[in-house]
Structure formats: C-alpha cells, structure tokens
C-alpha cells in the first residue's frame, strides 16, 4: 500500500529556468499546486502518481507559477488601501449586484447580504436563512476577487457543500475561479489588519 509522504524538495528545468517545489502524496484525486507565502511551490499528488508525473504537472504551469509570485510581491510591496464603511457597503454590495444574474435562472432569490470582519473566512452562507455574508476586508481587495467569493456564496444556495456539483457549478459560471482564489490567497493580510472602527460590523 502507498502510504502517505512527507515532503520531498525537488528541482525542475523548465522554460523559465530551474523550479524548487515540495512533493507530498496524499490521499486525493487531482494534483494540486500551491504558491505559498515567500513563493513557496508545493504539489500534492495522489499515492499512487509518480514523482516525474508532479514535474510535467509544475512544467507545464511553470509561466503562471512565475507570474503568481510576481504578482503576490508586487501586492505585497504595496499597502492595501483604506476603506471608508460607506464604500465598503457599496463595493460589496455592487459584488452581490453583478453576480447574482449569474445564478437568478437557477431559481435563486436575490439574497440579504450582512458584512461583517471576519478573521478566517471571506464570507459564508446561511442558506436556510436566505442571506450571505460578506468579510469587510473584501473591499481593499481588487473587483475581481470579490466577485469570486460573492459568486461562491450564491452557489451555496444550490449546492450547500463543496462537492463535485459545487465545483462544477463554479466550472460553469466563472472558469477561472481557481485562478482567482490563488489569488485571493495573497490577501491573506487583509484579513489580519482589519480596523474594527473604520470597518465595523454591519447587519
């Protein structure tokens, strides 16, 4: 039986010139690539995948994984912008506006959205009771990314957990919610600084 590993640090050639990553086997379905803070490249592959599969996997998104890590240094050389409450409830609420078209054929009512500052989540949704809510921190984000979490909200009103019908459902409405939760992870700061009397909580 292939167990488990720990991580195995490897070097790849690739276009964009030698690629370290950390390697580990877990028990999943997919390989999976992470940029994580620092730049740091991991890739969980499932048991039975070999080593060399994982190195063509990186090669072949060696030119985004170069990119990802611009970007992320780029955002981290700049501060995030400060927030008014006032443009928070609209930045938001104008996230909510543009996706919700998205899933109103689906038979989805338009629901309440709540903002709070959230500590470890960028929003949730309570189905049963008909609304979302939205983390403050989300507006110093960029437009995109908040319609990524705003869209992955609604869906929970379709799918209420993350099985294959939710990602397919995201598959479907935004092919690059991937990319832009990748993103989304270079944010992570925002989460962490967030000034409770200039953004506070909202009902």
């Known amino acids: ?3 488990q590993s720990m991580p195995q640090f490897r070097v790849v050639d690739t276009p964009q010139g030698p690629i370290t990553y950390a390697l580990t086997r877990k028990r999943v379905k997919n390989l999976n690539l992470r940029v994580g803070s620092g730049g740091r490249i991991s890739v969980s592959i499932p048991l039975r995948c070999s080593a060399d599969q994982a190195d063509d996997f990186l090669r072949d998104r060696s030119g985004w994984i170069l990119e990802a890590i611009r970007r992320r240094e780029a955002r981290q050389a700049e501060p995030l912008p400060a927030v008014s409450r006032e443009e928070c409830a609209r ?3 104008e996230a909510l506006t543009r996706t919700y ?4 054929p689906m038979g989805v009512d338009f629901p309440i959205l709540k903002l709070r500052a959230l500590k470890s989540q960028w929003g949730n949704c309570h189905w049963a009771q008909g609304y979302i809510t939205l983390n403050t921190a989300l ?3 960029p437009e995109e990314l908040r319609d990524y979490v705003a869209l992955h909200e609604l869906v929970h009103f379709l ?3 993350h099985g294959p019908g939710f990602y397919a459902r995201m598959d479907a409405l935004m092919p690059d919610w991937r990319e832009r939760r ?3 992870k270079g944010y992570s700061g925002a989460l962490k600084d967030q000034d409770s009397a200039l953004l506070p909580q909202l009902v």
């Open 159 to 161: 799918h209420h957990d």
């Open 139 to 141: 507006a110093r984000c």
């Open 101 to 104: 078209p998205l899933v109103e």
């Open 91 to 93: 930045l938001l609420q």
């Open 1 to 3: 039986m292939v167990k």
């Open 182 to 184: 990748q993103r989304l």
